[in-house]
């Protein structure tokens, strides 16, 4: 409706839309894709098979998908906001009751030729869903108790059934990214301040809740947040795989050893090269300066995304590409943060350069959001 | 409804305002990820460089002793023994097949055994775990493989130990064994142990070695080494020590234990004896046993087919997991029920004419020709069955049912052995919900002499004699001490029965041994202040009834006994089962009073226990059972240096 403020005329057409996508967007999506088919390149001792082979043709198949999600116009996606969430909700439940286990949790539907993740999907349409509840509602009663309820709700749900699977990583990630969302609406500080002492209660509940018959996390993940507290006390899993990241990070130095010189990764100490620790391996290999050249890249990702958000002066497409950028924010974030022994650790890929199929292609689905929109601002 | 440009506006301003200073956020984090990045790889890069360059932490577990486990006096049961082995960590054997093949060939590894290597070290999970390639090796081969160590990276000799268990086949049923964790045992539990993935890591599999794993297993130690390039041990950086599993006595006597094993060779039988001051189970045997030194290490199957095949089934423990009709054992259960109501005095007498008329059926006492008039003591004595028809219908099943469950019948009882069945004391509840069937007037006939849907396991027998004799609420003990540390008794307080009641019931048990006309007279002890009282039971396994050498082994009726001794002082309890055995009265009470002898002696009791008659028998049997060893199988330590 906000929309309609705004005159569309000048809004472009048809294929000549391609010429208006974000493309600096586009450029530093691939080049950090590209950084990530390098190291599994390299981590696969020079090859293309296993991972960078696939890796790359998911990654067009991305990019097609991005263009043609950027293509489509944002009002579109705005009036699909409910439906997408709802389907997702119903995903997760429909994954409770018939998905596959896997390391202990139920994640996924095996499609046959695809294994759908509805929590990967989930961080998408929540955020979508989200952007399209604050563009409908008038911004006075943004702060009112009951329109807070109401969004708390919206994010309660997914992320309670995200918690049963059981996966904590992908729930703190659902949760903050909803958060951060209705702190950008411009929810009232007071209501933040609130969760943050009631979520510090909560963790101490947590805590004493240890070995109680009302136990309110796994045993697992109790044992992820000892190891992360004294990796000595798990030597043989995650704390060996914390110790040796380290070391692998550190041998690095200023400069790395060089491409496919990496002798630590190279070593089959950990199991999850190619995946959630791909980033040990590209600092071992380009050091210190190979490190803060993919984070000034995830940096400038962040700030091309918050620009083209405040320049865009419909609400719902505004909120959307803050929300995308928040979440891919904390992909990298808790996924360096754990590699670096600074979090616990949690199944978090490094977005768009670990090996994985489902995460790349909800966060090029995502992008193309963010393009389409970039493409159809009010101008 | 259309928004004023206005508010749009301040909209959009809150919005920017809001996202510059998330993004603002973000930025000061990632600033905080750089630093970190910054720390590791600049300030602490020579550190690291150092630990990465040609050393690399390496991280060994160091498996716990397991806890040993020994009789009530001090006797080992189950010891670690020493053995060495040559492991190897995949990771630093580089092409490991080859190394492998090398080792192999150095120590005359069988195909198989190197097979089996092979397969074990393919396994992609842990390269950096040691894996076992040859077990149980003589020292020269320890010795060839550290002379070679150059040409064999990631291969190193070390001493491990292995479970032995010096009593053999009396302890299978209690004690059990261990064996080697199989990816089922993994795949059973939600997060396992580290230690448990080390390949041919040895658990506990049945009876106390798998109900007491926990104590028993301990805590591995890690210990943190760098190792060199071919996977040397160059220097240690940190060890974290284990915990040794806790060290259990049990309750039960091995030399009573050896014995009673041994006088039941050649049956299919089960005997268990039980202190009677704290529950303590002093003997508990079945028959036949095994040597469970054979399966650690994996069993062949020239040994275990056998095992596996033989109709007395050696692989059953039968005095927890076996459940049998206790026939006439039960009648004690329908008497108390019926006197502890009231309904029947013990000196009222019932008329016996060989058999009672129940809803157009008729039930048959044993003696066809009628016992007359019987009270409590002499139905008991000569084990009338229309008195106890007689009590039961008046009481009732519900009642009979709940006096079983107080004496233990029925009831899963809380011991540290594999696969303990409950029994079955039928309710009418039961028998609808489990049947989908009423229960009609001849099911609580047959159940008053145990029979019918009746079920008993020989240790709640031994539970419910014990709790007869001394009228409190014994509850059988199997774990005397962890690490020393006595373990609580547990029950043991006042059944809350009438003592006149009790004393019935013990006189009349005390009259069927040693009553003239009692049915287990000919197996009484005579010894003074250490008479026997107990009764006999025969349970049917087929309905006909037809004389039992004349019908297979496996149609022959169960023979039973339970019993009590001293009579005044009540000291053992037992229970003997002898699976188709024939007559409680001539098979099973003999091995009752020669196995309570024994224990009340404290050894081989003197002829002058036993009556006259007896003696010369007697004197033989014990000739013939001394010192006979338990079948055990143990390997020998291998030219060790």
Redesign the interface.
């Known amino acids: 409706?906000?929309y309609?403020?705004y005159t569309v005329k000048s809004v472009p057409t048809g294929l000549r839309k391609v010429l208006f996508l974000n493309w600096p967007l586009v450029l530093l999506i691939s080049a950090v894709a590209g950084a990530g088919f390098l190291m599994l390149y390299s981590v696969a001792g020079g090859s293309y098979s296993p991972w960078a082979e696939p890796q790359m043709k998911r990654f067009a198949l991305g990019l097609a998908l991005m263009v043609g999600v950027g293509l489509v116009p944002i009002w579109m996606w705005r009036n699909l906001a409910g439906v997408a969430y709802g389907v997702s909700v119903i995903l997760l439940i429909g994954v409770e009751l018939f998905g596959e286990v896997g390391m202990?949790a139920q994640r996924w539907i095996d499609l046959g030729f695809f294994r759908l993740q509805p929590s990967e999907m989930t961080k998408i349409t929540l955020v979508m869903f989200l952007a399209a509840y604050y563009d409908w509602l008038?911004?006075?009663k943004t702060s009112r108790p009951l329109w807070v309820l109401l969004p708390v709700l919206i994010i309660i749900v997914p992320t309670g059934l995200v918690v049963k699977q059981p996966d904590l990583g992908t729930a703190i990630l659902l949760l903050t990214a909803g958060g951060?969302l209705m702190?950008?609406?411009?929810v009232h500080w007071a209501y933040f301040a609130t969760v943050i002492a009631a979520g510090v209660a909560f963790v101490a509940a947590v805590f004493q809740s240890r070995g109680t018959d009302w136990q309110l996390i796994e045993?697992?993940q109790f044992?992820r947040i000892d190891t992360f507290l004294d990796p000595?006390s798990?030597?043989?899993?995650t704390g060996?795989h914390i110790?040796?990241s380290?070391?692998?990070?550190?041998?690095?130095?200023?400069t790395g050893r060089g491409f496919m010189q990496g002798?630590?990764s190279r070593?089959?100490?950990l199991?999850e090269k190619h995946t959630d620790f791909i980033f040990t391996t590209l600092?071992e290999e380009f050091?210190?300066v190979g490190?803060?050249s993919l984070?000034v890249l995830?940096?400038l990702i962040?700030?091309f995304c918050?620009v083209s958000?405040?320049m865009n002066?419909d609400?719902f497409a505004?909120?959307l590409t803050?929300g995308i950028a928040?979440n891919f924010?904390l992909f990298f974030?808790v996924n360096?943060?754990m590699v670096?022994g600074?979090a616990p650790v949690v199944g978090v890929p490094l977005p768009l350069v670990s090996y994985g199929g489902s995460a790349m292609l909800v966060l090029m689905l995502a992008f193309g959001l963010v393009q389409s929109a970039h493409v159809h601002r009010p101008r | 409804m259309r928004r004023s440009r206005a508010e749009t506006d301040a909209g959009h301003m809150k919005l920017s305002r809001r996202a510059a200073l998330l993004g603002g956020a973000q930025l000061l984090f990632m600033g905080g990820l750089a630093a970190r990045m910054r720390y590791l790889q600049v300030d602490q890069a020579d550190q690291f460089r150092l630990l990465a360059e040609e050393n690399r932490i390496n991280i060994r577990l160091i498996p716990p002793v397991r806890g040993e486990i020994f009789d009530r006096n001090g006797m080992q049961l189950a010891k670690n023994v020493p053995s060495y082995r040559i492991v190897m960590v995949r990771e630093d054997a580089g092409d490991f097949r080859t190394v492998m093949l090398r080792v192999a060939d150095l120590i005359n590894l069988s195909p198989e055994q190197t097979e089996r290597a092979l397969e074990e070290l393919s396994d992609n999970s842990a390269p950096f775990l040691p894996v076992t390639i040859a077990e149980d090796v003589s020292w020269d081969a320890v010795s060839a493989v550290s002379v070679n160590t150059p040409a064999l990276p990631g291969v190193s000799p070390e001493v491990g130990s292995t479970r032995v268990y010096p009593r053999g086949s009396d302890f299978a049923h209690v004690v059990g064994r261990v064996g080697r964790v199989s990816p089922k045992d993994l795949e059973a539990l939600e997060n396992p142990d580290a230690v448990l993935r080390i390949p041919r890591f040895q658990i506990g599999k049945i009876n106390v070695e798998a109900r007491e794993e926990a104590l028993l297993r301990g805590v591995a130690g890690t210990r943190q080494v760098e190792v060199n390039a071919t996977g040397r041990v160059m220097r240690e950086l940190e060890r974290r020590e284990g915990q040794s599993g806790a060290d259990l006595q049990l309750t039960i006597d091995a030399n009573l234990q050896n014995y009673v094993q041994a006088r039941l060779s050649g049956e299919s039988a089960a005997v268990v004896i039980l202190d009677c001051e704290k529950g303590d189970i002093v003997a508990n045997c079945s028959a036949p046993s095994y040597d469970p030194n054979l399966f650690i290490g994996g069993i062949l199957s020239r040994d275990y087919d056998p095992l596996l095949n033989d109709i007395y089934r050696p692989l059953v423990n039968k005095t927890v997991q076996g459940a049998y009709p206790p026939g006439s054992c039960f009648k004690m259960m329908t008497a108390m029920a019926a006197i502890e109501a009231g309904i029947i005095g013990p000196d009222e007498t019932v008329y016996c004419p060989g058999h009672l008329e129940v809803g157009g059926r008729r039930f048959h006492c044993w003696k066809r020709a009628g016992h007359g008039w019987v009270d409590l003591e002499t139905s008991l004595k000569s084990s009338c069955d229309v008195y106890y028809y007689d009590l039961a219908l008046k009481v009732g099943i519900e009642k009979i049912s709940a006096m079983s469950n107080r004496f233990g019948l029925g009831i899963k009882h809380d011991l540290a052995l594999s696969s303990v069945n409950s029994g079955l004391t039928p309710t009418k509840d039961w028998k609808l919900r489990q049947r989908g069937e009423d229960w009609v007037i001849g099911d609580t006939v047959n159940a008053s002499i145990g029979q019918g849907f009746m079920l008993a396991t020989p240790m709640q027998l031994a539970i419910m004699t014990a709790r007869l004799a001394t009228g409190r609420e014994i509850t059988p003990r199997l774990i005397k001490s962890v690490n020393g540390v006595e373990q609580p008794v547990k029950g043991n307080d006042p059944l809350d029965m009438r003592d006149s009641n009790l004393r019935k019931m013990r006189k009349s048990m005390y009259s069927v041994v040693n009553d003239r006309r009692g049915t287990a007279y000919r197996s009484r002890i005579i010894a003074d202040g250490l008479r026997m009282a107990g009764k006999t039971g025969t349970s049917q396994v087929r309905s006909a009834v037809v004389n039992n050498s004349q019908v297979p082994w496996e149609q022959r009726d169960h023979a039973l006994f339970v019993g009590f001794a001293p009579y005044d002082a009540p000291k053992y309890a037992c229970a003997v089962l002898v699976e188709h055995g024939g007559g409680g009265s001539s098979v099973a009470a003999p091995i009752a009073r020669d196995v309570m002898l024994q224990a009340l002696y404290g050894g081989e009791p003197p002829l002058e226990a036993y009556p006259t008659a007896d003696r010369g028998r007697i004197k033989t049997q014990q000739r013939r059972l001394r010192d006979v060893k338990p079948d055990a199988r143990i390997k020998k330590g291998k030219d060790q240096a």
């Open positions: 409706m906000s309609l403020e202990g008038p911004a006075k951060g702190f950008l609406a411009g045993n697992y044992r000595g798990d030597p043989l899993n060996y110790a040796q380290k070391i692998a990070l550190g041998s690095g130095g200023w002798t630590q070593l089959n100490f199991p600092a050091g210190f490190g803060m984070l995830y940096g962040i700030l918050i958000a405040i002066k609400r505004s909120l803050l928040l924010f974030a360096m943060s670096m600074m």
